[in-house]
């Protein structure tokens, strides 16, 4: 069986590209929502703060290390048709 080690999953504007096309990424670059496990435990960053690290124990609804990549495509697409957030797409809050 195997076992993902590493993982990001990000939604949000594109800020740019370079010359072969490769999306240009900053921590600070907008998102709706970030999940990813880079260089700490598993933790979120919210559209009203991409910098911020949510830690997985104050995040209620949702385990982020359980977190499919097909569920979190689908909730962004509803996010898209239906105008909310990824916090209700997704089925978490904060706190």
Avoid: C, W
């Amino acid at each position: 069986m195997s076992q993902r080690i590493h993982f990001s999953y990000h939604f949000g504007p594109l800020a740019g590209v370079d010359g072969q096309g490769v999306p240009l990424y900053q921590p600070a670059d907008q998102v709706f929502v970030r999940i990813d496990n880079i260089n700490r435990p598993p933790h979120l960053h919210p559209e009203e703060d991409p910098t911020r690290h949510i830690p997985q124990e104050n995040i209620r609804g949702l385990v982020l290390v359980d977190l499919d990549l097909f569920d979190f495509v689908e909730a962004s697409f509803r996010k898209r048709k239906n105008g909310t957030t990824m916090s209700r797409e997704l089925g978490y809050r904060v706190g």
